[in-house]
């Protein structure tokens, strides 16, 4: 025993070891997943030899608002060949009637699918998307949602130019609208740090979700994939989900240039936008296993990350420069990638929130996640 004494003293400090291995994963993601999409040239497709007709998919259920406000920009697009396809998904509000008044307004250009309101089939979404997607007539498929607004009359054409040969999906970015308060301010923190993996990712050729607020995709590319088939009994799923099981090294192109973009409006409460997070926590379980791993090391590895940078403080306050040496690094590694990456994002004023941001998004994250992961799901809205 007395030959294991001498080992006592570094023991000790094995939490500044496990500290170092954590800021080098961290370090990995920021360099070598980040660096991707921060050295990425964003370039617009609009003048692409691509030009394909387009149907837009928007599922609605009670939007007469949003429909009243958001819809005519995306029907007055500045882009030759495209019908819009409304599925009104059992409203019960003036959603039917406020649509009939947009078929009068743009004749030929948008088309109305109505759902009733059965109960096997009532709030899934899924079903909503594929009765869309069975209604449209062209093979290049676009959707949003009925709360988002495209930032240019030009969107569609971005779209369309990144189908390019052999590129079946698209992934666009949709940023939340700026809002006051610290909620928005997470919201759009969260929004960001999100986009900010799955373009990464996808420019690594490793693609593991898309968001439906701006996403495009072959009709036949979801006819060979059997739609929904594999993640049917889950309501949420629709994008992250589809892209996650059809994506492929070579068949994905991402769309970032400012006039691609589609703003969305944000959850207004902390009850909304939990339920939100729970209904994409209850999704990640589907993603394929090395998507899984991926995504838990780099979010477990950052929480951990924090909880040991503490350890480290509250047992050796005297070596308080070590920890605080570990911060630095890597937050001043965030600062120099993001910074480029935030920019092309247009949420640049964010960074001045990062260090504490940061620390919130991922207890909050992984709180919701651990407790949601195999909740039963209600509403797709």
């Known amino acids: 025993m007395l030959q ?30 980040y660096g991707k999409l921060a050295a990425y040239k964003v370039d617009s497709f609009q003048e692409s030899a691509s030009k394909p007709a387009l149907s837009v998919i928007i599922c609605a259920h009670n939007e ?18 495209f019908e819009v396809v409304v599925v009104d998904d059992c409203s019960d509000d003036d959603t039917p ?4 008044d947009f078929a ?54 971005e779209v369309a130019g990144a189908f390019t040969p052999g590129k079946e999906i698209i992934l666009g970015y949709s940023p939340y609208f700026k809002e006051a308060g610290f909620l928005n301010k997470l919201i759009r923190f969260e929004t960001a740090h999100t986009a900010m993996s799955y373009l990464s990712y996808a420019l690594r050729g490793n693609a593991y979700m898309g968001v439906g607020r701006n996403l495009a995709y072959t009709r036949s590319l979801f006819f060979k994939g059997k739609g929904f088939n594999k993640h049917m009994h889950i309501k949420s799923g629709d994008d992250d989900l589809f892209v996650n099981h059809n994506a492929t090294a070579g068949n994905v192109q991402i769309v970032l240039h400012p006039d691609a973009q589609v703003a969305s409006v944000p959850k207004s409460s902390w009850k909304s936008y939990y339920k939100q997070k729970a209904r994409h926590s209850g999704a990640s379980v ?25 350890l480290c403080i509250a047992l050796y306050p005297s070596l308080w420069f070590i920890p605080l040496a570990a911060y630095l690094i890597r937050l001043f590694s965030q600062l120099l990638i993001f910074n480029n990456i935030y920019n092309k994002l247009e949420v640049r004023g964010l960074l001045w929130w990062l260090p ?7 207890f909050y994250i992984c709180i919701n996640g651990a407790f949601n992961r195999n909740a039963k799901q209600g509403s797709w809205k």
């Open 64 to 81: 007469q608002e949003n429909l009243k406000a958001f819809l005519p920009q995306v029907l007055t697009q500045d882009y030759a060949d």
């Open 104 to 157: 009068k307004s743009y004749p030929g250009k948008i088309k109305i699918v109505e759902i009733k309101d059965y109960i096997r089939l009532k709030n899934t979404k899924k079903f909503a998307v594929t009765m869309g997607i069975k209604a449209a007539k062209h093979e290049h498929l676009v959707f949003t949602d009925a709360d988002c607004q495209p930032q240019s009359k030009n969107w569609l054409a």
């Open 356 to 362: 504490f941001l940061d620390v919130f998004y991922y």
């Open 286 to 310: 589907l993603y394929k296993p090395e998507h899984k791993r991926m995504l838990a090391v780099q979010l477990v590895s950052a929480m951990l990350f924090y909880l040991v940078l503490g």
């Open 4 to 33: 294991f004494e001498y080992l006592i003293p570094f023991l000790l400090y094995i939490p500044f070891g496990i500290l170092a291995l954590l800021l080098i994963i961290q370090l990995y993601y920021i360099y070598a997943v």
């Open 97 to 100: 009637w406020i649509l009939k």
